[in-house]
């Protein structure tokens, strides 16, 4: 005699997302809001690059960030030479009990005669370099700078490295929004300047599989909302 469950239809319920076995889960954070440029003034250097401190509230917005991920298991947390990405991966560590592990090749764009802050006076005067990248849509239209290829290339490679470290596990990076454009761009295969927007404190999701990439998130900063203005931090 057939059983009562015999006549039950065999059900397939939709479930979670899991990354496939041999993946890394890589947590892409844009560092928060740092100092303004004062022109005339540059900012100090490392290693060419332009490295102003967080503001106040790029301070601020590490600490959402570390209150947003604060329930979450990381094996690992990275972080670019840059003191920006540094201080706002702070809170974070500091909750998790780990060190953070600097990596040059996380850092920023290189600007070329935009370093040291100046980007951003000649983006204000709209100065014609930077109508050419915009234009472009090409970083190395700046003189001196770095092409979307080169920085492509070696963040991919930095990202790369930090999978075969970290197989089937959950990292941490705090990075730059030149950076996460790049690396989601090449899991698109698209201009990585279209993506180079990322908010402040924000949050990108990427998986890293043995043999491609998954986006799961992009830009998420629903945790940062509005801290205050800038009025407040002049």
């Known amino acids: 005699m057939a059983t009562s469950d015999e006549n039950v239809p065999k059900t397939y319920p939709q479930f979670e997302f899991t990354p496939p076995p041999g993946s890394t889960r890589l947590v892409l954070v844009r560092h928060g809001q740092s100092m303004p440029a004062v022109k005339g003034v540059p900012f100090d250097l490392i290693d060419g690059h332009g490295d102003p401190h ?128 790049a690396a989601v761009g090449h899991a698109l295969q698209v201009n990585a300047f279209r993506l180079s927007g990322a908010r402040n404190g924000s949050i990108t999701e990427l998986v890293r599989t043995p043999a491609d990439w998954i986006i799961r998130s992009f830009n998420d900063a629903s945790h940062i909302g509005t801290l205050f203005t800038d009025d407040d931090i002049a």
């Open 54 to 181: 967080l503001s106040p509230r790029g301070l601020a917005q590490a600490e959402r960030v570390a209150e947003r991920l604060a329930g979450e298991h990381f094996d690992a947390m990275y972080a670019s030479t840059l003191t920006r990405t540094q201080q706002t991966a702070a809170p974070l560590a500091a909750r998790n009990g780990l060190d953070v592990t600097i990596v040059a090749d996380l850092r920023e764009i290189f600007l070329g005669i935009g370093e040291g802050g100046q980007f951003r006076v000649m983006s204000e005067e709209d100065h014609p370099a930077v109508q050419a990248v915009r234009a472009s849509k090409e970083w190395g239209e700046l003189p001196g700078a770095e092409t979307n290829l080169e920085l492509t290339e070696r963040v991919v490679g930095a990202l790369d490295q930090i999978h075969r470290d970290h197989v089937d596990q959950t990292v941490a990076v705090f990075c730059h929004g030149g950076v996460i454009g």
